[in-house]
């Protein structure tokens, strides 16, 4: 059983940036690959970035490539997601989640999920 908490999302002017992190309980962590997803209001919620269990490989959506990081500190049980040259599009709510099989982009593939952190870019 995997416990996530999203923080760092927030209101910023487009072309800034933020950091979102994913802090997951259980000492079991570093076994599962994980993904941000977000959800924009009245849209699917969609397939972000993902990073395998140790850090190695990661994916990306088309539309955050070069401008999102994703990485991970296994020791603090915890996933990054560094948001660059932010864009009125890019405001939604983001989620992680976590999975025990791979960094994928599909969304039904992931087991556990956080609550949530809203993030807003004003033009």
Not at 2 to 18: D, F, I, P, R
Not at 63 to 75: C, E, G, H, Y
């Amino acid at each position: 059983q995997v416990q996530l908490v999203e923080s760092g999302g927030g209101l910023v002017q487009a072309g800034g940036s933020l950091s979102l992190s994913c802090a997951a309980s259980g000492r079991t962590f570093s076994s599962y690959a994980v993904g941000w997803f977000r959800q924009a209001p009245g849209k699917e919620r969609d397939f972000v970035a993902a990073i395998s269990w140790s850090g190695g490989s990661t994916t990306y959506a088309d539309s955050v490539k070069a401008r999102f990081t994703i990485s991970r500190d296994n020791a603090k049980n915890t996933v990054y997601l560094q948001l660059n040259s932010l864009k009125p599009e890019d405001t939604a709510v983001y989620y992680c989640a976590a999975n025990r099989y791979s960094w994928s982009t599909r969304i039904d593939v992931y087991d556990y999920w956080g609550q949530g952190t809203q993030v807003t870019v004003s033009s």
